[in-house]
T-cell receptor, first 113, second 108 residues
Framework: DARVTQTPRDKVTEMGQEVTMRCQPI?????VFWYRQTMMQGLELLAYFRNRAPLDDSGMPKDRFSAEMPDATLATLKIQPSEPRDSAVYFCASGTGLTGELFFGEGSRLTVL | KQEVTQIPAALSVPEGENLVLNCSFTDSAIYNLQWFRQDPGKGLTSLLL?????REQTSGRLNASLDKSSGRSTLYIAASQPGDSATYLCAKEGKSTFGDGTTLTVKP
């Protein structure tokens, strides 16, 4: 049963700490997206990759967020230093191309104290 | 700027009713539109994907339609069940433009 896998599922950390979230896209999918979901803002696109190359990260605060795909089976989203306003659920999704069907992971719930 | 709008924001119906959820988008240049379901504390589950060349897609009790000219998509749920209770989101191109969702409650 192919699915997008995200770790950790829950993370509680203190302000100023580094946080790394990981995503394993569905095998064969060449497009990976990072989203953030909060009650106030809903779902926001942070960044996306196609064939491991970043295509758009304009939704991401550049000074503290970074997203990478070290290989085709791993995408990472790093926050350094973390702030309380970063508290949210971070979702990874994968698909084939920018217009193909999108499949989401279960999300990583981040709480920054 | 809200490119995708979903109305109503919340809907409560008795079990067995047929219902329609609405999704409107401002840009008619659309490749596809995808409907998702999200249960509390969970990720988004893909329900239906309609390509721009299609007018509708069906899966079980669900039927989604797409009208590019009017900038609208509807998700029709037949014979609703309590298990259908969730938040339903639509997304244009499934990439960056999500609606805020309609939270559906089906009462037994």
């Amino acid at each position: 049963d192919a699915r997008v896998t995200q770790t950790p599922r829950d993370k509680v950390t203190e302000m100023g700490q580094e946080v790394t979230m990981r995503c394993q896209p569905i095998l064969g999918h060449n497009t990976v997206f990072w989203y953030r979901q909060t009650m106030m803002q809903g779902l926001e696109l942070l960044a996306y990759f196609r064939n491991r190359a970043p295509l758009d990260d304009s939704g991401m605060p550049k000074d503290r967020f970074s997203a990478e795909m070290p290989d085709a089976t791993l995408a990472t989203l790093k926050i350094q230093p973390s702030e309380p306003r970063d508290s949210a659920v971070y979702f990874c999704a994968s698909g084939t191309g920018l217009t193909g069907e999108l499949f989401f992971g279960e999300g990583s719930r981040l709480t920054v104290l | 700027k809200q490119e995708v709008t979903q109305i109503p924001a919340a809907l409560s119906v008795p079990e067995g009713e047929n219902l329609v959820l609405n999704c409107s988008f401002t840009d008619s240049a659309i490749y596809n539109l995808q409907w998702f379901r999200q249960d509390p504390g969970k990720g988004l589950t893909s329900l239906l994907l309609i390509q721009s060349s299609q007018r509708e897609q069906t899966s079980g009790r669900l039927n989604a339609s797409l009208d590019k000219s009017s900038g609208r998509s509807t998700l029709y749920i037949a014979a609703s069940q309590p298990g259908d209770s969730a938040t339903y989101l639509c997304a244009k191109e499934g990439k960056s433009t999500f609606g805020d969702g309609t939270t559906l409650t089906v009462k037994p």
